[in-house]
């Protein structure tokens, strides 16, 4: 299934903890809060401005993202979940 | 009855559980809350913008879309229950 | 008496239960909710934009409209009970 | 004392129950809520836009309004009870 | 002490319950809220607007006004109660 | 230490009890809130406009301020503690 | 891992009690909050203003800047705490 998002959304996949941390090691399961970064699977096409222009997208496919803690909606599609964002929800861009 | 939304809203018949899991395995009952995918039945004719003007709707009827988990207003038309959305509730098109 | 709603504002007539199920078909007292569809009365001169200018209505006398839930204001007038929203409180026209 | 109310607001006398139903009918007091409707006593030059014009009142003296039935602040100017509401606060003008 | 409102902010000395009845006739200590009238003792050099200039201030030093119930910030400078408000808190002039 | 605010905020050193009223007489204890009033150590360059541009600050260093109750963040730089205001926090300069 | 933060955000290396304090004397356990003060890491392009322009960023790389107590999303990458904040977020730079 293609998951195009609709203007300012981007689609993302969560990364798991071993990902994120960079010798992998993981946290006792307690402590582990759900990762805040992603990988980007697809972008809408910009934020609608008040003259009804858009705004480019900030982000592209394949970048890997941070985002807020609680940031966005994990929807369940074909069984796999994936995690729809706003443009603000995104914090950075890790390179 | 035909329905027409007005403005920024659309009119969607949500899809069953069924049809939103690729092999058409169904939960049980209790983990199944209501499926976040429908398809658009109309669309109203956009967003007024703070110029007058009006951006061009985002999804046209047919599309399948992924919204939100509590979004929109339920109502039942001729005993068909339909869900009314905003543009900014949906998050993607699924083509 | 002559009821000229202001601006942005429309009056509508809520329809009965029984007007708004295709077979005239009444749920028991308890599972009826106030129905959310009504005939349009009158309608305001439309919304005031950022600029002065006003949007021209979108519904006119006669329409039949759809609303969310807890939407408007209720007022008796002359007995009459009748029900006061604003634009973005209508979901659709039913045609 | 000479009332001239500022900007976007006027000023209304709430007309008392008898007045607001057509027989002059009143209800026993218990279901009397206070009426919403009263008569412009006087309004402001209008409201204030973002390019820094005025949009012209759209009441007058005389008007007869309904309003919202929590709207507006009551104040006791000379022993007299005067309600002052901003101009989203009146829904419609009953002529 | 000079007070010089910044902006659209206004200072009023609040008239006490004497002046605000006609006859000077004065309620009972515990009916008596505080009266919602006051004399202006200077105004601001009025509303920022969008477009970086500024609106005219709405009332002069002199005025007598009307505001809502709990509007403003009461601050004591040199021993003396001042009432601090925004022209949005005032409600008319009394003339 | 240097403390330059950003944009729309304002550096203050809040004045202590006796320096805010005329004969210097202090109110028992219990009665002291926090002084509403400070001296101001430096201002941002102004606030952004919608448009891009920057409005002229409203203040200047030396200038004496009174501003609301909870206004504010309080923050400790190298032991002293200093207000960090916006210009809307700020009611009046006193000269 | 190389982090570029988005249009409005920065990132900052929050400073450690000992590094705010001039003669480096450190509070007891008990009163020491985080400290507000840290070292800009990164920068965005800056805030996209309702003209679909930006505004440039107010700070640059290896500024120290002061903060709200409760601003921003702390985040660990690659084991390292670090603090994204909005531009609205930094109160100034201590030079």
Known sequence: ???VPIGDNLVVKR????ETTAGGIVLPD???EKP???RVLSVGDGRMLPNGKRSAPEMKEGDRV???NYAGNEVAIDG???LFLRTSDVLAILR
């Open 66 to 68: 941070v985002f807020g």
């Open 30 to 32: 307690a402590a582990r």
């Open 80 to 82: 796999e979940s994936l």
């Open 1 to 3: 299934m293609n998951v």
């Open 36 to 38: 805040q970064q992603g």
């Open 15 to 18: 990364l798991n903890a071993e």
